[in-house]
């Protein structure tokens, strides 16, 4: 690594927390119309049978548990249904037990393991899925506008908000190496390569004490390396040959931070938007920081984005993989679907009051 590389990696970790504290607000603003406005529709205003699906290991558990017992005890419902998650358990069998028992909403409480976990249970039912956001990044919220940092607030969406469709996606898994496959689905944005590199080699301990500016660390250690040779399918049609850094598949695109990183990735389009990455140096990663934060839109040689219904990679050699943020194992072949308008959740309305009293 030459001398001056490491100033400009911190130059780019220094823009990109500055633009991002300060653009926050009005990058949000930018899906607000696909999240929440629209063909959301008002939640009948009489009793609710409610489930709580939740990590109890997040700070703030115990504090949402309770709020959300006195919200419903005050609008004259019964006493919520509660499934503490597990280290085994994400959320898969608590949110059939959920099921089940007839409930009209159920709450998922916790990080983004545990909102993936329920959608995917809940996903293709009518039952819809509340949010409650305890975890770092918190990314399904940040894009449906939940107050990510205001916990009576997002209880009051959740339980008194509208609800409306959303798409979700499929991730196929397979590992030639090992022989290893699984299928799981993902909200927000899954990836292969660098970005899955840095997911799994941030440290926990500094992810709990600076939160997502965790990821920025990992990603300088993780910047030098080489280019790996892939084909990319899209829609079925012929492969194509790409050396690559990373390729993420967006659902949506607002990510920790205020940062709109695929502004036109709507959540409700039935598409996924694909962004390949193929940085040569620094300079590369410079300049796609830059595109990304300042909103250029210039063409960079290095990055491209594509939109298709389906996407399959394949690598000789296995890449790691991740899924809205958590690492899901390496792979040689993945293949992305969208599942369009196939998640019930609940957003804001601007009738309920979320002015604690």
């Known amino acids: 690594m030459t001398d001056w590389l490491p100033y400009l990696i911190i130059a780019a970790i220094i823009v990109f927390v500055i633009v991002s504290a300060w653009g926050v607000r009005r990058l949000q603003a930018r899906h607000v119309r696909s999240a929440v406005a629209g063909e959301s529709q008002a939640v009948s205003s009489g009793h609710q049978r409610v489930a709580v699906v939740i990590n109890p290991s997040k700070l703030r558990a115990e504090e949402a548990l309770s709020t959300i017992i006195r919200s419903a005890t005050l609008a004259g419902w019964e006493t919520p249904l509660f499934f503490e998650t597990t280290v085994e358990d994400p959320g898969y069998s608590q949110t059939r037990r959920a099921l089940e028992a007839g409930v009209d909403v159920v709450?998922?409480?916790?990080?983004d393991g545990t909102?993936?976990?329920v959608?995917?249970?809940?996903?293709g039912t009518d039952v819809a899925m509340g949010l409650l956001p305890l975890g770092t990044g918190n990314l399904l919220g940040r894009n449906l506008d939940i107050d990510v940092g205001d916990l009576y607030a997002a209880v009051q969406t959740a339980l008194f908000g509208s609800q409306r469709f959303i798409d979700t996606a499929r991730i196929k898994i397979a590992n030639s190496v090992t022989k290893e496959s699984s299928q799981h689905t993902f909200l927000v944005i899954a990836g292969i390569g660098l970005?899955?590199?840095v997911v799994g080699d941030t440290k926990d301990d500094l992810k709990k004490a600076v939160g997502w500016l965790a990821y920025t660390e990992a990603g300088v250690r993780h910047l030098p390396g080489r280019r790996k040779t892939v084909t990319i399918s899209l829609d079925d049609e012929p492969e194509q040959?790409?050396?690559i850094r990373s390729v993420l598949f967006a659902n949506c695109g607002l990510i920790p931070g205020g940062i709109d990183f695929i502004p036109g990735a709507m959540i409700d389009d039935g598409q996924?938007?694909?962004?390949v990455m193929s940085p040569?140096?620094?300079i590369g990663w410079l300049a796609m920081y830059g595109k990304i934060v300042f909103k250029h839109k210039h063409d960079l040689p290095m990055m491209n984005f594509y939109s298709a219904r389906k996407i399959t990679i394949r690598s000789a050699e296995p890449m790691e993989t991740q899924l809205d943020g958590d690492p899901s194992g390496a792979a040689t072949e993945v293949t992305v679907e969208v599942d369009p308008r196939s998640l019930l959740v609940r957003v804001k309305n601007n009738s309920v009051d979320t002015s604690e009293n």
């Open 115 to 117: 909102v993936r976990a």
């Open 107 to 111: 709450i998922a409480g916790g990080g």
């Open 280 to 282: 040569r140096s620094a």
């Open 195 to 197: 970005d899955a590199e």
């Open 119 to 123: 959608a995917e249970v809940l996903s």
């Open 272 to 275: 996924l938007d694909v962004v």
């Open 241 to 243: 040959k790409r050396k």
